[in-house]
């Protein structure tokens, strides 16, 4: 247990710490994407792959708690779409871990994020009529399968073209963040034995860092369902669209 206490080594790292719990809570019950910003932060706390470890625990206790709130308005039918070209970007990302260094494993976090960032301003220029017409294309839901469980096996940062996928079919704000939640919950409690056996970048003192900053996820979760059932639709895509940029300009600053 004591050893625990060693992976943040000062106060102000707590304050972080705790502060990225309370975002990942807002993130999985009403505010998507601000929980992508503590992703640069925990790679500064931790190192870039390790944290991806530390950062995954806090997520499956924040998806239980969205899951249960959002038991009933998720689609399944959006989650199936998406799901099996999910597993095969999980698979090339969990190979490409084990052949690259800290630091490259930051850049490709943060090329993840753009990413996802320049498919979000991009169809936010193309009309409506030809962006339904390429939601309907059979290849479109695989694709970004496919990009999704890249980018949460490689970094916990599928958040933005999550959005971005969820944005372009035109859901509301409700379905939105419940179809989100259930999908990313299914990839995230997939990954706990393939970072604990491949990666080996789980621990029992993460663990068990985790389990004390439980009630600021809980506060987190509080604070995004309130931010949710107060938040208009159109600012709702505003403040999604910001956080990614956000988040984006952190990683690579940081």
Do not use: H
């Not at 505010?31 to 470890?53: D, E, R, W």
């Not at 599928?158 to 179809?179: C, D, E, H, Q, W």
């Not at 259930?182 to 604990?196: E, G, S, V």
């Amino acid at each position: 247990m004591t050893e625990a206490w060693q992976l943040i080594s000062s106060p102000w790292g707590w304050i972080l710490y705790f502060f990225c719990a309370i975002l990942i809570g807002m993130s999985k019950t009403g505010v998507p994407n601000i929980g992508t910003i503590a992703v640069p932060l925990f790679a500064l706390l931790f190192g870039a792959k390790y944290s991806t470890g530390i950062i995954l625990l806090l997520l499956c206790f924040a998806d239980l708690i969205a899951v249960i709130y959002y038991r009933k308005e998720f689609l399944w039918n959006e989650i199936k779409m998406l799901l099996p070209a999910a597993v095969v970007g999980m698979a090339i990302g969990l190979i490409l871990g084990n052949y690259i260094n800290d630091s490259l494993f930051k850049v490709v976090i943060g090329s993840c994020i753009i990413v996802g960032i320049c498919t979000m301003l991009w169809l936010e220029q193309v009309s409506k009529t030809k962006q339904d017409a390429l939601v309907r294309k059979s290849w479109y839901s695989p694709v970004f399968g496919l990009i999704l469980g890249f980018s949460t096996m490689i970094g916990n940062a599928a958040g933005p073209a999550l959005s971005v996928y969820m944005l372009s079919k035109r859901l509301n704000k409700i379905t939105f963040a419940a179809t989100s939640a259930w999908f990313i919950m299914l990839l995230n409690f997939t990954k706990i034995p393939l970072q604990a056996f491949v990666w080996k970048n789980l621990s029992w003192q993460g663990f068990y860092i985790n389990i004390v900053a439980i009630p600021f996820i809980i506060l987190g979760g509080i604070l995004g369902i309130w931010i949710l059932k107060i938040l208009p639709e159109a600012r709702f895509r505003q403040l999604i669209i910001s956080l990614v940029l956000l988040s984006a300009v952190m990683l690579i600053i940081i």
